[in-house]
C-alpha cells in the first residue's frame, strides 16, 4: 500500500510540474514587472559589491521529478550554472521560485553568508511566501530584493570613488 502512495504521490508532483508552464510564470510576472525588477536589481548593485539573480520557475525538469529531487537542489544547481557563486568577492545572491510547489529558495555565496545566518535568510523566504500566498509576486520579490540590498550594503558597502563592476545580467532568468 505505502508504494501505491508513493507512486500517486509522484505522479501527482509530474502533472503539477507539467501543468504550469510559461504562461504561468508571466501570469505571476508580467513582462513589465520583470522589467522593474531587473531595475531594482541594477540600482541595488550601484551600492554594493554583490550580485543578485532573480530565477523564476515554472515546473522542475522531468530528471528532477523522477528522482523526488526538491527545490533546493534545483536552486544550488542554477546558482552554478548562472554563476552567481563566480563573483570577486563571492557575495553573489541567487533568489530562486518555483511555482509549481510555491518553493522559494535563497542561496547565497560564502562570503555573503558567513555574515547572515541562516534564520535571517529563512525569515525573508518566509516574508516573501506571505506575499506569494496573496499573489503579490512582484512586492515580495521586491521586499527581498530590498532586504538583500541592505544585506549587502552593511557587509560589502562600496566605497565613495568605488564603482561595482556588473559582473552578472541584472535582468530576471524565467525557465
Same mark, same amino acid.
Given at each position: 500500500?505505502? &508504494?501505491?502512495?508513493?507512486?500517486? &504521490?509522484?505522479?501527482?508532483?509530474?502533472?503539477?510540474?507539467?501543468?504550469?508552464?510559461?504562461?504561468? #510564470?508571466?501570469?505571476? $510576472?508580467?513582462?513589465?514587472?520583470?522589467?522593474?525588477?531587473?531595475?531594482? #536589481?541594477?540600482?541595488?548593485? =550601484?551600492?554594493?559589491?554583490?550580485?543578485?539573480?532573480?530565477?523564476?520557475?515554472?515546473?522542475?525538469?522531468? &530528471?528532477?521529478?523522477?528522482?523526488?529531487?526538491?527545490?533546493?537542489?534545483?536552486?544550488?544547481?542554477?546558482?552554478?550554472? /548562472? =554563476?552567481?557563486?563566480?563573483?570577486?568577492?563571492?557575495?553573489? %545572491?541567487?533568489?530562486?521560485? $518555483? /511555482?509549481?510547489?510555491?518553493?522559494?529558495?535563497? %542561496?547565497?555565496?560564502?562570503?555573503?553568508?558567513?555574515?547572515?545566518?541562516?534564520?535571517?535568510?529563512?525569515?525573508? !523566504? +518566509? =516574508?516573501?511566501?506571505?506575499?506569494?500566498?496573496?499573489?503579490?509576486?512582484?512586492?515580495? /520579490? !521586491? +521586499?527581498?530584493?530590498?532586504?538583500? &540590498?541592505?544585506?549587502? #550594503?552593511?557587509?560589502?558597502?562600496?566605497?565613495?570613488?568605488? #564603482?561595482? %563592476?556588473?559582473?552578472?545580467?541584472?535582468?530576471? *532568468? *524565467?525557465?
Amino acid at each position: 500500500m505505502a &508504494s501505491d502512495a508513493t507512486l500517486f &504521490s509522484k505522479l501527482g508532483r509530474i502533472w503539477r510540474h507539467r501543468w504550469i508552464d510559461e504562461a504561468a #510564470v508571466r501570469h505571476a $510576472l508580467p513582462a513589465d514587472a520583470l522589467q522593474r525588477l531587473g531595475g531594482r #536589481v541594477a540600482a541595488s548593485e =550601484r551600492r554594493h559589491s554583490g550580485e543578485i539573480r532573480l530565477c523564476i520557475e515554472a515546473g522542475l525538469p522531468m &530528471s528532477y521529478l523522477w528522482r523526488h529531487a526538491p527545490a533546493r537542489e534545483r536552486a544550488v544547481m542554477l546558482f552554478g550554472k /548562472l =554563476r552567481v557563486w563566480d563573483t570577486a568577492h563571492n557575495n553573489g %545572491v541567487l533568489i530562486y521560485l $518555483l /511555482l509549481a510547489e510555491h518553493a522559494i529558495e535563497i %542561496v547565497a555565496d560564502r562570503g555573503i553568508h558567513a555574515r547572515v545566518g541562516e534564520a535571517e535568510w529563512a525569515a525573508m !523566504t +518566509q =516574508r516573501m511566501g506571505a506575499a506569494f500566498r496573496e499573489g503579490r509576486f512582484e512586492d515580495g /520579490l !521586491t +521586499q527581498a530584493l530590498e532586504e538583500i &540590498s541592505a544585506l549587502l #550594503v552593511e557587509h560589502f558597502p562600496l566605497g565613495e570613488n568605488d #564603482v561595482n %563592476v556588473n559582473e552578472l545580467p541584472d535582468e530576471p *532568468v *524565467v525557465l
